[in-house]
Each structure stands twice: as structure tokens, then as C-alpha cells.
């Protein structure tokens, strides 16, 4: 296996990791051509589609593609439109496609799962989908991962990491759903995917927790050992248009295909996990110095 990992950033940066520490072999791309810290072995090229082709060494030997690049301001996808054809005749093993649960839309806090019919409301969930279907109708054995939000290890990354950063509101909309998964879970998904390929299967990517806003961050602050502020409702939140957007859409995500068809445990089933296992981890300098954040 050689895999090639297009714009690789937080997830896939750690999926990288993880596998060259089992001796795969990992190629990247990012708009600058320079490489992530955590993956400071790998060959890295820069492509930003049109204005920065992909050099043709990056694809030497490659049997496997990992796509997280997001659309473009003008919703267009880097490698729909300027890479499509060299993959197709890569002759790939595995095509996979880092999407987003945005595409099933606002469900008012009910279930959704893989044979729930999309229905964007907002353009960058109907760009995914637009994008989804170019993989998926391609001549290219198209995996696609719808993931929700994404936290993990990081400055920024985390409720913990926030508030030690300052840059948290308590915001209380009782029964508003949001749903969130480790970055690590997301990296065994895509390994135990690479391992079996099944073309054309479509994975939503959640934890077994979906949950309003206000309890993880009361969690956060409980296993920091500090008194949670007083939450807010959504309409005198100070936020920008991006994030108000996320507060637009409430659904629940059922996970059971990851681990039915591929055999995930998830690490991390819940935020109480990922973020406990995060504090763990969080050197006791930062804790120090975030004390009076």
C-alpha cells in the first residue's frame, strides 16, 4: 500500500502518522508543499488544483487516495476538477472522500444513517453533495466519510483547549443536537476502510453520544476543577456568521455501519472519554498557564 493523503491537514496528518508507524507508505499534499511536524519522513507536494498542479511524481506508485480537501469559495473541488482523470487511470485500489453530516441537514434533533435521503439547506452541504456524487460516478472505487465535528489533541482543537484559551460561551438551547467524533476514531475508520475496501460504501462517522452544546463544556470545566460561567441563550451569543450557521441544523447520527461492516470499537464513545483522555495528556504547563484564562 502507498497511500497518497490530498490536503492533508489535522486528520489526516494523524492518520499519516499511524501509519507509517506500521510501515505504510505516505505521501502528502498541501497548498505550500511543506511538511506537517508530525510527519516530517513523508514526501510532501504542494497542489491547490488549477494554480498548483500536483506533480506527477506525487502519484508514482500509489494505490490508495485520501481526499479531506474542503470546496473552494467558489464550492469547487480541487480534485474534481483538476485531478479526476490521472486517478481514474491510477488504476487505484481505494478512493476515499472525507465529506460532512452537513448533507442530511437540519432534522430537528431525529436520527439519520446511510439510507437517510440528503437534504442540504446550506450551499457548503449542497457543494459536499455535489462533490460526493462526481467521486461516487467516477471511474474510481469511491469510499465516502461523512464526518461531524472533529476534536482531539491541539491547541484549539478541544472544549478543554478553549477554555484554558478563553475563547468559550456557555450557550444553552435545550434540545439543539450536535454530534462530534475523536480524531482518533476517524483515523481507525479509515484504516479498518483501507484495509477492506468496498467501493461505492457511504459511512457516517459519529460517537455514540450526540448531545447538546452545554454538556460537554460543563464537563470541560468539571475535569479542569473550575466554576462553569453562567450559560447564555443563543440569540445573545456573540458569534460569527460561520458558527451561528452550525446552530441552524440539529440531527442525531447513527454510527452502527462503521461498526457492523468494518469492526469499529470506538475509543472514545462518548466526550466524556475524549475529553478525559485529552486533560490526561495536557502538559501541566499548559494547565498552569491557562489557569487564569
Known sequence: MRL?????????????????????EVVVTNRTGVRPPELADVPC????????????????????????????????????????????????VWFGYLSTTGVYGDRQGKWVDETTPVNPQNPRSRQRVAIEQAFLNADLPTHIFRLPGIYGPGAGRNAISRILEGKVQLIDKPGHYFCRIHVDDIVQTLERS??????????????????????????????????????????????????????????????DKIKQVLGVRLRYPSYREGLAAILRDTPASILQAGHGA
Open 4 to 24: 497518497l493523503i490530498l490536503g492533508c491537514g489535522y486528520t489526516g496528518a494523524r492518520l499519516g502518522r499511524s501509519l507509517r508507524s506500521r510501515g505504510v
Open 45 to 92: 507536494y504542494p497542489f491547490d488544483g488549477e494554480r498548483t498542479p500536483l506533480d506527477p511524481a506525487a502519484l508514482e506508485g500509489v494505490t490508495h487516495v485520501l481526499s479531506s480537501i474542503p470546496p473552494d469559495r467558489q464550492g469547487e473541488d480541487a480534485v474534481v476538477k483538476s485531478l479526476l482523470p490521472r486517478l481514474e487511470r491510477q488504476g487505484l
Open 194 to 255: 483501507l484495509e477492506s475496501p468496498t467501493p461505492h460504501a457511504i459511512y457516517n462517522l459519529s460517537d455514540d453520544q450526540p448531545s447538546e452544546s452545554l454538556p460537554v463544556l460543563l464537563e470541560a470545566y468539571r475535569l479542569l476543577g473550575r466554576p462553569a460561567p453562567a450559560a447564555i441563550p443563543l440569540d445573545q451569543a456573540d458569534l460569527s456568521p460561520m458558527a451561528l450557521s452550525f446552530w441552524q441544523e440539529s440531527r442525531r447520527v447513527r454510527n
